[in-house]
C-alpha cells in the first residue's frame, strides 16, 4: 500500500519569505499525489493535485508543487508566505489500484509577522 | 452548489455506547469517503463507498460500519465506543471511485468526544 512522510513536524517563515514543505511517497506505481490544508477546527482543502504529464503544478492561494519521481518527492512551494497561510498542510497520496488515500502526518506552519 | 456537509458537528459520548455520524456529498457526486482524524495527525481512511457499494475499507475494527443510501449520502456508525475514537471525523466526496480520478472535496467534519 501506498505512504506518505512529510519530514517536518513543524515550520516557522517569516512573513514575505519563501517557503517549501517537504513530502516523500511510497509506491511501486505513478501515485495520484495531492496537497491539503487545514485552518484549526476546518476541514480540508485541496490546494494542488497531480495526475499525470506536466510535473510542475500549479494550486490555488500561490502554491505549487513539483512531482520528483526519481526522489519519490512532491515538495510544496511559495514564494512568498503571507499571515493567512498559517495552518497545517497534509500532503497525501492515492492509487489508481485502490479506492483509498494515504496522508501524511502534517506540517504546522507558523508565519512570524 | 453546496459542498460536503455533515452531521452533527459536535458530539459528546460515553465509553461503550453507539454513534451515528452523517454526511451528504456535492450534488452529483456519487462517492463517499469517511476518514479519522486523531488531534496532531493527518486523516486515516476508514471506508469508501461508490454507487452505495463498499469500495474499500482501511485498517480499523469491526465496530466501524458504514452504508451508502440510494440518494448517496452517507452514514458512520461506531459501535462499543472507546476513549481512543475520540477524533474529527471526516468525509469527503468525489464524482467517481477515489481509485479512478483520485479528487476528493471534504466536509467540516464532526468533532465526537468520548468520555
Redesign the interface.
Known amino acids: 500500500a501506498q505512504s506518505?512522510t512529510q519530514p517536518d513536524i513543524h515550520i516557522t517563515v517569516s512573513e514575505g519569505a519563501s517557503l517549501e514543505l517537504r513530502c516523500n511517497y511510497s509506491y511501486g506505481a505513478t501515485p495520484?499525489l495531492?496537497w491539503?490544508v487545514q485552518s484549526p477546527g476546518?476541514?480540508?482543502?485541496?490546494l494542488l493535485?497531480y495526475?499525470s504529464g506536466d510535473t510542475l503544478v500549479q494550486g490555488i492561494k500561490g502554491f505549487e508543487a513539483e512531482f520528483k519521481r526519481s526522489q519519490s518527492s512532491f515538495n510544496l512551494r511559495k514564494p512568498s508566505v503571507h499571515w493567512s497561510d498559517a495552518a497545517e498542510y497534509?500532503c497525501?497520496v492515492?492509487?489508481?489500484?485502490?479506492?483509498?488515500?494515504?496522508?501524511?502526518?502534517?506540517t504546522r506552519l507558523t508565519v512570524k509577522p | 452548489d453546496a459542498g460536503?456537509t455533515q452531521s452533527p458537528t459536535h458530539l459528546i459520548k460515553t465509553r461503550g455506547q453507539h454513534v451515528t455520524l452523517r454526511c451528504s456529498p456535492i450534488s452529483g457526486h456519487k462517492s463517499v469517503?469517511w476518514?479519522q482524524q486523531v488531534l496532531?495527525?493527518?486523516?486515516?481512511?476508514i471506508f469508501?463507498y461508490?454507487e452505495k457499494e463498499e469500495?474499500?475499507r482501511?485498517n480499523f475494527p469491526d465496530r466501524f460500519s458504514a452504508r451508502q443510501f440510494p440518494n448517496y449520502s452517507s452514514e458512520l456508525n461506531v459501535n462499543a465506543l472507546l476513549l481512543g475514537d475520540s477524533a474529527l471525523y471526516?468525509c469527503?466526496s468525489s464524482s467517481g471511485?477515489?481509485?479512478?480520478?483520485?479528487?476528493?472535496?471534504?466536509?467540516?467534519?464532526t468533532r465526537l468526544t468520548v468520555t
Open positions: 506518505v495520484y495531492f491539503y476546518q476541514g480540508l482543502q485541496l493535485k495526475f497534509f497525501a492515492g492509487a489508481r489500484a485502490n479506492n483509498d488515500m494515504r496522508f501524511g502526518a502534517g | 460536503v469517503s476518514y496532531g495527525q493527518g486523516p486515516q481512511f469508501q461508490y469500495r474499500g482501511g471526516l469527503a471511485p477515489v481509485g479512478l480520478n483520485g479528487e476528493q472535496y471534504f466536509g467540516p467534519g
